[in-house]
């Protein structure tokens, strides 16, 4: 089967460009990385892709608002684009300024706000799977190039963000929908209401996170591999595999 076409949207400011493309990479995917605005004058990009991420980073330096000032551009430039491509089950994943992307685009429920403490946070986390996930990013067994696994094994990585708490009104209601993708499974780093980490859309194919899976796509990239940190069960990885190979079934 062909390798599936991927795009990284990145804009002025966003720094985890080449990480995702190296996640998308081993996931078996060919990627390309494109400004936002290289997407606005080629809207074609995005139909001859399978799969997208919006990368993370501090687009427009967080200004005017994490993430608000790329979506304006995305919405505005390629807003059609983007619902057509959600539309056709295509799968679209945001993370971190992404994820701020994502909401403020209305592509995803709720909002971000500021972190509970009133600062930035950089730490590493551990994130739960929520077993009754839509989440085609989330499913319920997941193939890597290091083996398979259980929706049950949590995922450790980093976080580095100041507007990173989930904000919903009714997280009760987004849950029972499937919609919730993925909580907090170590301390809560920001506040988020239910612990929520991660959601997606109601149709499973948008999923948003804070926290960088990105960054731990090989064993070696925990502080603590060396001591038996972070094993394969608990790579980021999987989330790319699953993205891709959804896309490959399309």
């Given at each position: 089967?062909?390798?599936?076409?991927?795009?990284?949207?990145?804009?002025?400011?966003?720094?985890?460009?080449?990480?995702v493309?190296?996640?998308?990479?081993?996931?078996?995917?060919?990627?390309?990385?494109?400004?936002a605005?290289?997407l606005?004058?080629?809207?074609?990009?995005?139909g001859?892709?399978?799969?997208?991420?919006?990368a993370?980073?501090?687009?427009?330096?967080?200004?005017?608002?994490?993430?608000?000032?790329?979506?304006?551009?995305?919405?505005?430039?390629?807003?059609?684009?983007?619902?057509s491509?959600?539309?056709?089950?295509?799968?679209?994943?945001?993370?971190?300024?992404?994820?701020?992307?994502?909401?403020?685009?209305?592509?995803?429920?709720?909002?971000?706000?500021?972190?509970?403490?009133?600062?930035?946070?950089?730490?590493?986390?551990v994130?739960?799977?929520?077993?009754?996930?839509?989440?085609?990013?989330?499913?319920?067994?997941?193939?890597?190039?290091?083996?398979?696994?259980?929706?049950?094994?949590?995922?450790?990585?980093?976080i580095?963000?100041?507007e990173?708490?989930?904000?919903?009104?009714?997280?009760?209601?987004?849950?029972?929908?499937?919609?919730?993708?993925?909580?907090y499974?170590?301390?809560?780093?920001?506040?988020?209401?239910?612990?929520?980490?991660?959601?997606?859309?109601?149709?499973?194919?948008?999923?948003?996170?804070?926290?960088?899976?990105?960054?731990?796509?090989?064993?070696?990239?925990?502080?603590?591999?060396?001591?038996?940190?972070?094993?394969?069960?608990?790579?980021?990885?999987?989330?790319?595999d699953?993205?891709?190979?959804?896309?490959?079934?399309l």
């Open positions: 089967m062909s390798r599936v076409r991927a795009l990284v949207i990145a804009g002025p400011g966003t720094n985890r460009d080449n990480d493309r190296q996640a998308l990479e081993l996931a078996g995917a060919d990627t390309r990385i494109v400004l605005s290289e606005v004058a080629q809207p074609t990009l995005l001859d892709a399978g799969l997208a991420v919006v993370g980073g501090f687009s427009y330096a967080d200004s005017l608002g994490a993430g608000r000032m790329l979506a304006l551009d995305l919405v505005l430039g390629v807003g059609d684009a983007l619902r491509f959600v539309a056709d089950g295509r799968p679209l994943l945001g993370i971190c300024n992404g994820f701020q992307v994502l909401t403020a685009a209305g592509l995803l429920p709720g909002a971000l706000g500021h972190n509970a403490q009133g600062r930035f946070d950089c730490r590493w986390v994130l739960d799977p929520v077993p009754n996930s839509v989440s085609i990013w989330t499913t319920s067994t997941w193939t890597t190039s290091i083996g398979t696994g259980d929706i049950t094994d949590p995922i450790h990585c980093p580095a963000h100041g990173g708490r989930y904000v919903h009104p009714d997280p009760d209601a987004l849950a029972a929908a499937g919609q919730v993708a993925l909580r499974g170590s301390t809560n780093p920001n506040g988020s209401v239910a612990d929520i980490a991660g959601v997606c859309d109601p149709t499973g194919v948008v999923l948003g996170l804070m926290p960088h899976p990105e960054n731990h796509i090989v064993r070696r990239q925990h502080p603590r591999h060396s001591r038996g940190g972070g094993g394969d069960a608990h790579l980021g990885l999987r989330l790319f699953n993205g891709v190979r959804h896309a490959k079934q």
